[in-house]
């Protein structure tokens, strides 16, 4: 479905006032905030295929009905989520279920929208189901590093046609996660497995364009549960450093051993010129892919910290230099309120990090001052920023609750009137 227009601007002229209030002791004594919702508005988070179904786990799923059945639904679902927020556009598309049929037209299709295409994912960790007669390998065992050769090169030919899938739509980036690993000891060689992974690697990364990214995600457990062959920042940094400038590290907030802390790991990887990319979830467990913020904001807000201090050192543009996506999957919410609240949650923890005072917290460092270091950053975390992050979608065109305006226009019971209540996304 497509968002009139004019319900936005309803939606706004009737929370304008209320808003007003609150914005104004910002915009009338807070000197930073005009470039704060500047670099709001600038914040792009993409959007991926496969978090606009109702995600599942292993013991069920419970689709909401009104699922995008196609890449075109799929792209006209981060439309509408766009059309609210103003901070969803772009699309990361997961090769083979979002395959464009015609390329031109899926591109005009998402510039309708005003979405771009973000980094396209392969899929090595299950077997696609083949026509009959197909002599599609298995990788039960693994896929880049797998021992039988033959295995290795179905997955290598696979990110390549991702790649390419991923030209044809104007994504400049390919993100690889691996499943591969072993679930008990003696499974498998290291050493070897690195080696042939690192092999596979390098001829994925000789197919990519001159002007095109590759990440290196890592997980440390799930679905291998005694090793994973990319398990830690530490190993993809080392893969990311062997296969050459063009490959990065990508961090899944949800794939660290419980209580790593994930600022420090994203502080001395962006200070090695090696972070390419962010997944955004959160989790209290393990990989639990909870709404982002949900659990741990004051950890979001600590990451996001180190972002803009590694950023700024290294005079990156927030924007446009590192890759940042949602990684999310749910059971028991419907999926586009989910990723308006993701959205939501790290724009306020973008903009509180904003407003840390660099300069007396640097002070407050060099005098071992912790108690007043400590404070420094709690009192950013404690400002309600919402108002910015409002104003923010306000100035680029969307609502100022995109959630209650999402409830007032029952989008989602209009979604299951087009598309049924049985439907079910591809992807998951
Ligand atoms: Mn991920």
Redesign the pocket.
């Known amino acids: 479905m497509n968002l009139n227009p004019d319900f936005i601007a309803d939606h706004n002229a009737a929370g304008q006032t209320q808003h007003q209030r609150k914005l104004s002791p910002w915009t009338d004594s807070v000197e930073q905030a005009e470039a704060v919702i500047q670099k709001l508005v600038d914040f792009q988070i993409a959007i991926?295929s496969w978090a606009l179904g109702t995600g599942g786990t292993r013991f069920g799923r419970f689709p909401g009905g009104g699922e995008p059945r196609s890449l075109e639904e799929k792209i006209a679902d981060v439309g509408l989520l766009h059309a609210l927020n103003r901070a969803s556009g772009a699309i990361s598309l997961h090769i083979p279920w979002d395959i464009p049929t015609d390329p031109q037209a899926t591109k005009q299709l998402a510039a309708s929208y005003g979405l771009a295409f973000d980094a396209v994912n392969s899929n090595t960790f299950q077997d696609q189901p083949g026509e009959p007669g197909d002599s599609q390998l298995s990788y039960k065992f693994g896929s880049l590093q797998h021992v039988d050769p033959a295995v290795r090169r179905q997955a290598i030919d696979h990110n390549i046609e991702v790649i390419r899938h991923g030209v044809s739509l104007g994504s400049k980036a390919l993100?690889v996660?691996l499943s591969d690993g072993s679930c008990f000891p003696g499974q498998l060689n290291f050493r070897k497995a690195f080696e042939r992974t690192l092999s596979s690697l390098q001829d994925i990364y000789a197919a990519l364009p001159d002007d095109w990214k590759v990440f290196v995600?890592y997980?440390a457990f799930e679905p291998n549960f005694y090793s994973m062959t990319v398990g830690d920042w530490g190993s993809s940094y080392l893969y990311a450093n062997k296969l050459g400038p063009k490959a990065y590290t990508?961090v899944?907030l949800?794939?660290h051993l419980p209580n790593a802390n994930i600022e420090q790991i994203v502080a001395i990887l962006l200070n090695e010129g090696k972070l390419g990319g962010f997944?955004f979830?959160d989790s209290k467990y393990g990989d639990d892919d909870l709404t982002a913020g949900s659990i741990k904001p004051y950890q979001l807000f600590l990451i996001f910290n180190e972002l803009i201090d590694g950023m700024d050192a290294r005079q990156m543009n927030h924007a446009q230099d590192l890759g940042w996506?949602i990684?999310a999957s749910h059971n028991v919410k419907d999926p586009l309120e989910d990723l308006l609240q993701s959205v939501e949650a790290i724009q306020l923890a973008y903009a509180q990090a904003l407003l840390v005072d660099r300069a007396a917290l640097d002070e407050a460092r060099d005098a071992n001052d912790v108690v007043r270091a400590q404070e420094i950053l709690q009192d950013a975390f404690r400002t309600d920023v919402r108002p910015l992050v409002a104003e923010a979608r306000l100035r680029a065109g969307g609502a100022l609750n995109p959630l209650a305006l999402f409830r007032q226009l029952t989008v989602r019971q209009q979604l299951i009137g087009e598309r049924g209540a049985k439907t079910v996304a591809t992807g998951l």
Do not use: C
């Open positions: 991926p993100t996660w995600e997980k990508l899944d949800g794939h997944h979830n996506m990684d």
